[in-house]
């Protein structure tokens, strides 16, 4: 519940933020004009990613005879999570990953990595097609959509005051209001898409910790799930994880979630404080 309220008052954030650039844009004109490019541009991803993702991963769809221990579990957790049974595809690479797509329920797909199957034992792998069955089940597809839309909006609106602060600058000649106006148009190029991404990418985090939770309980346990991300980071060593940088934020487990500063653009919460709050689950 916590992150749901997390992710509704990010989203309310975004939201605040393009009011105030369309107010400052062009009024009510220049806030439709944004939000509907927008709307274009990540609906059709909405519509289509599925598609996309699967194809630009290599993803194989597998019947129950082709790979039953699979199927199996997925049809044992799509009942307990009370979704349809997603399709399933394996994708043959030695790096150990998972992930979900899908625009809703009833049209989603599940897809694992053949190093994950490797490396991960039965109780393991419930863990983690429980989590990729609580991002179909949360419809965090479409949440991340809407992010996006917000985001797009964002960006477009602060290039449309920036080249509008520009061009008022440009034509006044030794006018320091003018190269005030141009400094400021500079800096919400770069400050307002920037703190939409940063958001973008928090509402990404908070519906992982979610998805941990919701897929624990579709599980009936944590300690899989927690099990299995420790021993996909620990492979991840031997093994580099370098899934394509734009469907990163899809898979399970993201290599850019370390400690480093560059956490705050890591779709995903440290692996670590991942596995603590699983261990720490009753259910």
């Known amino acids: 519940m916590a992150n749901s309220i997390k992710t509704v008052l990010l989203l309310g954030l975004m939201s605040g933020i393009i009011l105030f650039l369309g107010e400052l844009a062009g009024g009510k004109e220049g806030l439709i004009i944004a939000l509907g490019f927008a709307a274009f541009m990540n609906l059709f991803a909405y519509w289509f990613s599925d598609k996309i993702v699967l194809l630009s991963s290599g993803a194989q769809e597998v019947t129950p005879t082709d790979a039953p221990r699979l199927h199996s579990i997925v049809d044992q957790l799509a009942a307990s999570a009370g979704v349809p049974k997603p399709r399933v595809y394996i994708i043959d690479t030695p790096m150990?990953?998972?992930?979900?797509?899908?625009?809703?329920?009833?049209?989603?797909?599940?897809?694992?990595?053949?190093?994950?199957?490797?490396?991960?034992d039965d109780h393991e792998l419930r863990g983690v097609l429980g989590?990729?069955?609580?991002?179909?089940?949360?419809?965090?597809?479409?949440?991340?959509?809407?992010?996006?839309?917000?985001?797009?909006?964002?960006?477009?609106?602060?290039?449309?005051?920036?080249?509008?602060?520009?061009?008022?600058?440009?034509?006044?000649?030794n006018d320091s209001r003018g190269s005030s106006n141009a400094i400021f148009g500079l800096l919400m190029i770069i400050v307002a898409p920037l703190l939409a991404m940063i958001i973008q990418l928090w509402i990404s985090r908070t519906r992982e910790y979610q998805a941990d939770e919701t897929g624990a309980r579709i599980a009936g346990t944590p300690h899989g799930l927690a099990s299995a991300l420790a021993k996909i980071a620990r492979s991840s060593e031997r093994i580099p994880l370098a899934p394509n940088p734009a469907t990163a934020h899809m898979y399970i487990y993201s290599p850019l979630s370390g400690e480093s500063i560059l956490r705050i653009f890591s779709t995903h919460p440290p692996i670590e404080e991942r596995i603590r709050r699983l261990r720490s689950m009753t259910i």
């Open 96 to 120: 150990p990953n998972a992930f979900a797509t899908g625009r809703n329920p009833s049209h989603s797909a599940v897809a694992v990595t053949t190093g994950l199957l490797d490396i991960l």
């Open 131 to 173: 989590h990729e069955l609580a991002h179909i089940k949360n419809r965090d597809i479409l949440i991340s959509t809407v992010a996006a839309i917000l985001a797009s909006a964002i960006t477009v609106l602060a290039r449309m005051l920036a080249w509008g602060a520009m061009f008022a600058g440009s034509s006044r000649d």
